[in-house]
């Protein structure tokens, strides 16, 4: 894989300078977002993450691995 991208035995490959551009998306969703994840999302049989860094990309979905 690229070699600018960080990766461990726990993480996908992603770039380290999307961390926090991520982070911030997580915490200024929009009211529609909000109501998505809250109200639907949480309580759904799969686990969902949201604005998750992965190689080059900020992913707006991602259904964890069990």
Do not use: C
Request: proline share 3%; hydrophobic share 30%.
């Amino acid at each position: 894989m690229n070699n600018n991208l960080y990766t461990n035995k726990y993480h996908y490959a992603y770039r380290k300078d999307l961390r926090n551009k991520s982070r911030e998306l997580r915490n200024n969703m929009t009211l529609a977002e909000k109501k998505l994840w809250y109200d639907y999302l949480r309580r759904h049989k799969y686990r969902f993450l949201r604005q998750k860094p992965i190689g080059n990309y900020i992913v707006d979905f991602f259904i964890a691995p069990n």
